[in-house]
């Protein structure tokens, strides 16, 4: 096995390295079945406290879109009763409401909608049109004006930008 590789592995499996150090340890002191049921109800209470972000991180399907916050709220307040109780019930919380798209969790901040141009169509985004569209846009473009949805210096921007699409 290569370094990256292992290097990689120490990397994923952190907190498992962690916990089985501490177990040799503790064993050091101890005889063999008393450091093996040591062991097992040391595990046991371990996957107990950490349910909830084990259930938020493997269990769902998909992982929850929150599981790094259940599992610090695990990891801080399920000492208590009440924060392990919360964390439980906010990692089997459904994400998506039926018929709703699902939410996208990314920290990046979301884009701006973009506007809605005077026929119809977004702004700033080059919409594929057919020559034949092009008078009938212009006329619909004729009306905004006169109508006074737009101005004189919009409408003429707006049909050189068709007139140069022809």
């Given at each position: ?31 063999g079945s008393e450091f093996i049921r040591g062991t097992v109800t040391l595990g046991l209470l371990a996957a107990a406290y ?91 473009l004729a009306e905004l004006r006169d109508t006074g949805a737009i101005s004189e210096g919009e409408f003429e921007a707006k ?8």
């Open positions: 096995m290569d370094r990256t590789r292992l290097l990689e592995y120490v990397k994923r499996y952190k907190w498992v390295l962690l916990f089985l150090a501490a177990l040799i340890l503790a064993s050091v002191s101890s005889t950490f349910a909830p972000a084990l259930v938020a991180y493997y269990w769902r399907k998909p992982p929850h879109p929150n599981k790094r916050a259940i599992f610090v709220l695990t990891l801080l307040t399920a000492w208590t009763g009440i924060g392990w109780v919360v964390a439980l019930v906010w990692a089997f919380t459904k994400t998506t409401i039926e018929g709703e798209e699902p939410r996208e969790t990314s920290p990046v901040a979301p884009r701006e909608a973009p506007r809605e141009g005077p026929l119809g169509r977004s702004e700033g985004i080059q919409q594929p049109t057919h020559s034949s569209d092009i008078p009938e846009q212009i006329r619909k049909k050189r930008n068709l007139l140069d699409r022809m």
